[in-house]
């Protein structure tokens, strides 16, 4: 029976901060993928979803087996992000699994919609998450409302 896990984390991670999230992320995935986790679920953001992508696109070289599958918002997601965001969000996309867009277009549900999407597609929820406010705190609270296992990273 295949496992998976959704991250949610800020979208700004301060610089000083960000090797550190990085390692105890790594440390988590691997657990997980030696716990049975095949399948890791991120929201194409920028900041940890971003992180969090990049991580397991490195871990597959050691363990093939291991997906990565987007939930993203929208197909214009990158509308206002910064050339190296997009650049970036690309080069992700194209290596991905697979990519599940949960709205053709930008609407002030979507961001809601993907994040939930992305709990009730996992068993385990890896959450970078610092403030009782945001998407990120929602998200979180609608994990363990769903009884998920939430990892925190602090």
Not at 103 to 132: E, P, W
Request: proline share 3%.
């Amino acid at each position: 029976m295949n496992k998976s896990c959704c991250f949610t984390g800020h979208r700004n991670i301060p610089f000083n901060e960000d090797a550190r999230i990085r390692e105890k992320t790594g440390d988590e995935i691997v657990k997980l993928i030696e716990a049975g986790v095949d399948t890791f679920i991120t929201g194409g953001a920028q900041g940890y979803d971003t992180l969090c992508a990049q991580l397991v696109l490195c871990f597959k070289s050691a363990y093939p087996h291991i997906r990565l599958h987007l939930a993203l918002p929208c197909e214009n997601q990158t509308k206002d992000w910064p050339r190296e965001g997009i650049r970036l969000y690309q080069d992700i996309l194209a290596r991905a699994d697979k990519a599940t867009y949960v709205s053709k277009a930008y609407d002030s549900g979507c961001m809601h919609k993907r994040n939930r999407f992305l709990v009730d597609s996992a068993d385990f929820v890896i959450a970078y998450c610092t403030k009782q406010a945001g998407g990120s705190y929602y998200t979180v609270k609608y994990a363990e409302s769903k009884g998920k296992t939430v990892i925190r990273i602090s």
